[in-house]
């Protein structure tokens, strides 16, 4: 299944990893800029306007970071969504 190419699931096979991600040049927890935060606060914003809770469309804001960065830590995971669509951690 993975093939290091750096590609995502469901393209051309293989895996996102961090240091050569399809999605951008860092993870977007590190400072580096990350293509897929458009997607993620996309997400975010479309569940809300669906009428779903902050709190579903916060779950769905982090599968579609983590279908980008499946290896990431849950925690930065969590604080990078967090930090995207809140502007900051949300506690």
Same mark, same amino acid.
């Given at each position: 299944? =993975? %093939? &290091?190419?750096?590609?995502?699931? /469901? /393209?051309? &096979? /293989? %895996? @996102?990893? #961090?240091? %050569? @991600?399809?999605? *951008? #040049? &860092?993870? *977007? =927890?590190? &400072? +580096?800029?990350? $293509? @897929?935060? $458009? =997607? ?5 914003? *479309?569940?809300?306007? /669906?009428?779903?809770?902050? %709190?579903?469309?916060?779950?769905? $804001? ?9 290896? +990431? $830590?849950?925690?930065?995971? #969590? ?8 502007? *900051?951690?949300?506690?």
């Amino acid at each position: 299944m =993975a %093939s &290091g190419n750096g590609k995502h699931p /469901g /393209g051309n &096979g /293989g %895996s @996102c990893e #961090q240091a %050569s @991600c399809d999605c *951008g #040049q &860092g993870d *977007g =927890a590190d &400072g +580096q800029p990350c $293509a @897929c935060r $458009a =997607a993620v606060t996309r997400a975010y914003a *479309g569940m809300l306007e /669906g009428g779903a809770p902050a %709190s579903v469309a916060l779950e769905a $804001a982090l599968r579609v970071y983590r279908y980008h960065h499946p290896h +990431q $830590a849950d925690d930065v995971a #969590q604080t990078t969504v967090e930090t995207w669509v809140f502007r *900051g951690p949300h506690h």
